[in-house]
Structure formats: C-alpha cells, structure tokens
C-alpha cells in the first residue's frame, strides 16, 4: 500500500490510495478509516481535500469515464467507415483500459448503491450503447458479418476487453499495453483462425 | 430467493439454495445462518446433509469443474485437428457454462481464502492450461493465425466466454446457450469482420 508523506500530499496522490482501497476491499467495505490508515494521513487532513468517500469514487471513476468518452471524440472514431472507427475505438478502449487500469477496474466493479455509482453505470451505458451503435452502422455497411446478433456481439467484444482488467499487471513482464490492443483487435476483428 | 418444504429437502436442493446464497453475498461474507434462513430449514438440518459450508462450496464447484472437464473426454474433443477440437471445446465450454449457470458464476469467483478455494483455483488452472496446449497445438499445425502470442489469446478468449456469467440471464427472452456458443465460435475463430 503506498504511503505518502504529509507535507507532499495532493488530491491526485489521496485519489491514486483511494482507488487501490476501493478496488481491495470494494467500494461498500471502506470506510474513511480505511482510507486515513492506507494514505497515512488523518481523516479530518482527507476532509481538507473532499467532502467524503462519495467524492473519491465520483473522480475515480470520472477519470475513467473521461478517457473512453475522449475516445469518441477522437478523428479516427468520427471520420470513415463504420467498421473502421469501431476497430479504432476497440483498440483504443484497450489502451485506455491499460493506461487508467486501477479507474477503469473500479469503473467496472460499480454496483449501484449509491447515487454516485447510479450516475456511473448509466454513463456506462451510454458509452457502451455508442460503440454498439457504432457496430449496429458497420453491419449496415455489410462489413460486419450479419449471422451474429449486434447486442450479443457487443457484449462478447466488451467482454474479452473488460477481462483484461482481471489478469493485466504493468509490473509483470508482459505484453505492452499497444501490444494487447493489437491482439484485441486482431482476435475481435479477424478471429483466432488464419485466413 | 428459493425456499423449499422441510420435507422435500435433499443435499441436491440444499446445494442449488447454498449457489445462490454464495454468488449473492460472496462465499466468504455467508454464513451458516444465511445458510439457514435462505433455505428455511434449521442449522442442524444443514449439518444433518454437510459438514459445513465448505462442504457446499466444494460440491458446488466441483459440479463446474466436472461439466468443464467433461469436455475434454469427448470425442471431438480428442480426435481431429486441434483447431477443430478447439472449436468444439470452446463452443461447448459456452453450452456447460449455461447449463450450469450458478455454479460456474461462483466458480469464477473463488477467491483462494481457504483449502477448497485453493484446489478449485488449481483445478481451474489445470483446465485453461489443457486449452492453452490445443491452441498451441493448432498454432503449430498453421491453423491458428501466428501473430497473437497464444497465452495472450487464450486469456481473450476465456475473458470473452467467462464474461458470460455477468450479463447471461436464463429467465430472461434473449439467446439460447446454442445461439450464445454458435456466437462465441464465430467471433474467436472468424471474427467480425465480412470475410
């Protein structure tokens, strides 16, 4: 667990401990003694930067939802065939994914039980309906095979990406983050088998 | 939650009320009493069926475990090219984690906290690594496209097929555990994309 030193403490550094709390012991098992012993700091010092738990979770997760929303947003994902945004978008998320793993993991663990996780899983949803969108136009295109069900489709394709939050760990000598994204879209675009 | 008559109960009942009660508030965070109330019979009429709740967990899982094993013993599973045997075990790996529903969901979340955890873990470990050997064997065969490192495929396509547990709803109108496989073969081994 890191600690950090009194004098040199930020909202960044209390967020970064906050978020390996959450994803250890669950958002609904932490409480802010939890937090003050993990940070190593007092709870009335984690007061002076937010007004709670509730407000660590909400930039938690902003912070990933941020980076798949900035995805969107991207030229790649905007401008093109449909197929092709949707792999830019797929190989993206991988990064994002990789690059944000400990908000992204949280960001996926949410469950609803307070308002705060209420709004994440309703933007989960929003980002999840605009890629299946994406994959709905690039069916219409003929680009996407047609004898898989687009929601079914998207659920498997979110579903071999979101795993990665359950096995990938930058301190292992592993694949690059650039290296998954390429097998990702490899596998989800092309398939296992050599053409 | 299913309560059954004092009367018909059978270690069968106990074990499918005893999944349900796991999957819901985690195997560590039930207790006898949970146990008890869920199926509405006494503690003493558990103990009267099992020896503990650790009892339950080791049927539960080993009825997963059994059904995934299962597949490795038959016979297209065992004679023809990899790649074909490979198809056949990851389309019914999706058939037996339908058909079995609850017990593989608590499967996949065992965590290691105690000795049965710790062998359903290493049981589990066995399983992926006979699939990871018939990947390597149709890479070596040519049959497997030679560009994604097979570790790293393998951990994708089980990411893909496990995350079926999170969304798979049998009461719900959707697909069958047939459709779901044939959606599931087609994506890992051919991809989205129109050939």
Redesign the interface.
Known sequence: MTTAKRDTYTPETLLSVAVQVFNQRGYDGTSMEHLSKAAGISKSSIYHHVSGKEELLRRAVSRALDGLFGILDEEHARVGRA?DRLEHVVRRMVEVLISELPYVTLLLRVRGNTETERWALERRRDFDHQVAEL?KA?AAD????????VR??T??????????V??YRPDTRG?SGR??A???A??????????
Chains 1, 2 share one sequence.
Request: glycine fraction near 10%; charge should be negative; aromatic fraction near 8%.
């Open positions: 197929a994959l690039a003929g680009d996407i095979r047609g004898d898989v069900e079914l489709a659920r498997l394709v979110f579903g071999m990406i979101n795993s990665i359950e096995w694949a290296e998954v390429d097998a990702v490899r596998l989800a675009f092309s398939g296992l088998r050599r053409a």
